[in-house]
């Protein structure tokens, strides 16, 4: 399959269905789930969310003002716990600067989208793919989230090579999908993720891809050719 991201999106949608991410009550949620993500799983993200909703620190304000001390050992099971708390901190002291520390879904609101991701990545702790998956999914802006599954997948379709920066995968990805379709890109990382844990793992489970036919890489592996070819790519951060 030549690189076409929508016809990715529609064979994914017709695979997997649906999946309505990002899963979290509330965009400050997101937010917070988008920090503790990073380098761990969901499953210990969840726990911590849960620890943080018992303690009633799953808001701006609480959280800004509760001593480090209180809050590392709520995230210690999402790993890297002290400087994940310095990052929350950070984030909670960003949203207070931009006046919106009660209305974490009011951020950027005068912002246009450039300024806003810029604003995010200048926050400690914030990379390009935390930022996007804020900007896309607690404050429904229309930019492509790049993880390692989408890499993954771009490289084993045969669309990118293994060197392909994140600016340069995701600016491939907007020239093609709709403009503004929120969405669109919300399901379409959502379900690159599915896919990425279902199948194309980092050894594939290529006999039942529902994109065997169009992948380079799968018909490789399936002809029994490159029998070790995935070991090669890192593990994905969900
Ligand atoms: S056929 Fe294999 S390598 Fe290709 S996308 Fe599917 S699981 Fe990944």
């Known amino acids: 399959m030549p690189e076409d991201w929508r016809e990715l999106l529609a064979r994914l949608q017709q695979a997997f269905g649906p999946q309505h991410w990002w899963p979290a009550d509330s965009p400050f949620e997101v937010m917070v789930g ?3 993500t990073q380098n761990t799983s969901w499953t210990q993200v969840e726990k911590a969310i849960a620890g943080l909703r018992k303690a009633q620190l799953l808001d701006g304000k609480a959280l800004l003002h509760t001593p480090p001390e209180v809050l590392e050992p709520l995230l210690r099971c999402t790993g890297y716990y002290r400087l994940k708390t310095r990052r929350l901190l950070a984030l909670c002291a960003f949203l207070q600067r931009e006046g919106c520390l009660g209305r974490p879904e009011h951020l950027g609101a005068r912002d246009d989208l450039t300024t806003l991701r810029r604003k995010l990545l200048g926050v400690y ?3 390009e793919e ?3 998956s804020i900007l896309l999914y607690a404050l429904q802006r229309p930019i492509s989230v790049v993880d390692a599954y989408t890499k993954r997948l ?7 090579d293994a060197r392909v920066s994140y600016a340069a ?3 491939r990805m ?5 403009r503004n379709d929120v969405r669109g890109r919300q399901e379409l990382h959502a379900l690159i993720v599915v896919h990425g844990k279902t199948y194309c793992r980092s050894r594939p489970v290529c006999a039942d891809c529902p994109l065997l036919r169009d992948c380079r890489h799968g018909s490789v592996v399936t002809s ?11 593990s994905p951060e969900h």
């Not at 771009?154 to 990118?160: D, E, K, S, T, V």
């Not at 907007?174 to 709709?178: H, I, T, V």
């Not at 029994?224 to 890192?234: I, N, P, Q, S, T």
């Open 125 to 127: 702790g914030v990379g």
């Open 169 to 171: 995968l995701q600016s």
């Open 174 to 178: 907007e020239a093609q999908l709709r």
């Open 224 to 234: 029994g050719a490159h029998h070790r070819a995935g070991d090669r790519v890192g």
């Open 34 to 36: 988008a920090i503790l």
């Open 154 to 160: 771009a490289q084993r379709l045969g669309w990118a």
């Open 130 to 132: 935390t930022a996007d």
